[in-house]
């Protein structure tokens, strides 16, 4: 059985979503709008944010869940460290690279959150066994 069958539900997933929103704005901006290279890895690397929570979503155990909710948080921490490089660049103002890594950092703390609370369902699922 699914982890959970309503991804729209998941905090992680709801804050994901707005990170997509944001990196998609972005890439229409500045100089950033005119390099295609790095506008698109940025865009896959946020995609594959949300991609990889709905795919834990599906998993049908915890331990796979937790291997998809990793890569997210992976993904998430290749978005933030490419706002270091788009600022050194000055693609875009600070101010924006800021927002794009607060929400960066909210969708990394919301999946910890998530994979705690899986970790204590296989925890239990185990006792009860």
């Not at 704005?25 to 290279?37: K, M, P, Q, V, Y």
């Not at 927002?99 to 239990?124: E, H, N, P, S, W």
Request: charged letters at 25%; proline letters at 1%; aromatic letters at 6%.
């Amino acid at each position: 059985m699914a982890i959970t069958t309503h991804i729209e539900e998941l905090e992680c997933w709801q804050e994901a979503r707005q990170l997509v929103k944001l990196i998609f704005l972005a890439c229409e901006t500045g100089r950033l709008s005119r390099d295609f290279g790095i506008a698109n890895q940025l865009k896959k690397s946020a995609i594959s944010v949300m991609s990889n929570i709905a795919d834990a979503s599906a998993r049908s155990s915890e331990r796979e869940a937790v291997k998809c909710l990793d890569q997210a948080q992976g993904s998430s921490m290749t978005v933030k460290s490419m706002t270091y490089i788009l600022e050194d660049l000055e693609y875009l103002p600070t101010n924006y690279l800021e927002g794009i890594r607060t929400r960066t950092d909210k969708v990394k703390k919301a999946i910890r959150v998530f994979i705690r609370r899986l970790d204590g369902q296989a925890r239990a699922a185990t006792i009860t066994q």
